[in-house]
């Protein structure tokens, strides 16, 4: 069975520090563009983050750039994203999808797309005092 399960999620004051796992079984995630995703309540979706099969290159929404990193393990068959700085509007459900697409970006059109092959079932990020 192919499938995302997302880890890592819980509750931190601003200013603190998270990091997802987004770990993939049934696939290898080398070749599939990764993206982080999220949505808080009464929100849409958002792109947070992606980064490419093709040569690993990443980019970042700009409500995160400086602050988030993602990156991948390919032994351990698992995408990271480490949240720094955090702040209550980061506060979200968390989402990580993979595109077969080996040159994806995430991006189409000039914003992150949604159309991914697999999602996991996310995980909460709770950012509160």
């Known amino acids: 069975q192919l499938q995302l399960v997302e880890s890592g999620g819980g509750f931190v004051q601003p200013g603190g520090s998270l990091r997802l796992s987004c770990a993939a079984s049934?696939?290898?995630?080398?070749?599939?563009?990764i993206g982080w995703f999220r949505q808080a309540p009464g929100k849409e979706r958002e792109g947070v983050s992606c980064?490419?099969?093709?040569?690993?290159?990443?980019n970042y929404a700009d409500s995160v750039k400086g602050r988030f990193t993602i990156s991948r393990d390919n032994a351990k068959n698992t995408v990271y994203l480490q949240m720094n700085s955090l702040k209550p509007e980061d506060t979200a459900v968390y989402y990580c999808a993979a595109d077969s697409d080996f040159y994806s970006d995430c991006i189409k059109g000039g914003s992150y797309y949604y159309g991914m092959d697999y999602w996991g079932k996310g995980t909460l990020v709770t950012v509160s005092s």
């Open positions: 049934g696939f290898t995630l080398d070749y599939y563009a």
């Open positions: 980064i490419s099969g093709s040569d690993g290159s990443t």
